[in-house]
């Protein structure tokens, strides 16, 4: 079965634009996650979504938004982009939409470049 | 809020050494608690995990026990092998509001590479 994937692997953008990521889940999985990797720091949650509803959001502004779709693929969009933004986007699929009682499975992510 | 420190690396070990890498969370609920590890150019995967005080999780000779009274989530492994060389990120998933666990919250992580 495939995993997690993620597209595209490598982005270069610049300051001001726009970008989107994409994700497709293990097949099955109704739950979409979405977390920002900085280099050197640990995965920060972003959003999540479940049967096409985001359930949760993290600290993160506005330009940052996200849906999924009734294949439940999703994606990422960010807006006017800044150089902080550059970063290894993360995307996890689980069955359910709680952590608890099932797995989270991670995609090799998006690295974002934003020059 | 929600939080994860876990030990600064980078750790480096020769074959056949113990391994510890210390994880202590804040979390104002009952937390799940997890290891997930990176390998170089792979997204992360879940290595072990305890949902309770006192749970020992255990994976690949890997083990963590949940300790609440030391807020406290160590990975350790009684003799590394080279293939162990990765980041380890500790992370932990609390209850919110609505009394689901929805989001993980990690640690910065910890570069182990391990020396034949």
């Known amino acids: 079965d495939a995993g997690v994937t993620q597209s595209p692997t490598h982005l270069i953008k610049t300051r001001g634009q726009q970008v989107t990521l994409r994700c497709s889940p293990i097949?099955?999985?109704?739950?979409v996650s979405w977390y920002q990797q900085v280099l050197g720091q640990g995965p920060q949650f972003i959003f999540q979504?479940?049967?096409?509803?985001?359930?949760g959001r993290g600290n993160f502004p506005d330009r940052f938004s996200a849906r999924q779709f009734p294949n439940y693929s999703s994606e990422l969009n960010v807006n006017a982009l800044l150089l902080g933004d550059s970063a290894l986007y993360l995307c996890a699929s689980s069955f359910l939409a709680r952590v608890i009682g099932t797995e989270a499975f991670f995609g090799q992510g998006t690295r974002l470049t934003v020059v | 809020g929600d939080s994860v420190t876990q030990m600064e690396g980078p750790v480096t070990l020769s074959e056949e050494a113990f391994l510890t890498i210390n994880c202590t969370y804040t979390a104002t609920g009952y937390p799940s608690l997890f290891w997930y590890v990176q390998y170089p150019g792979e997204g992360l995967q879940l290595l072990l995990k305890?949902?309770?005080?006192?749970d020992k999780g255990s994976n690949k000779g890997f083990e963590a026990t949940y300790r609440k009274e030391t807020t406290s989530f160590h990975l350790e492994k009684g003799s590394v092998q080279v293939s162990d060389s990765a980041v380890y990120f500790c992370a932990l998933s609390d209850r919110d509001s609505g009394g689901s666990n929805y989001k993980l919250t990690f640690g910065k992580g910890t570069l182990l590479t391990v020396n034949p």
């Open positions: 097949s099955g999985h109704k739950s």
């Open positions: 305890a949902t309770k005080a006192d």
């Open positions: 979504y479940y049967e096409k509803e985001e359930r």
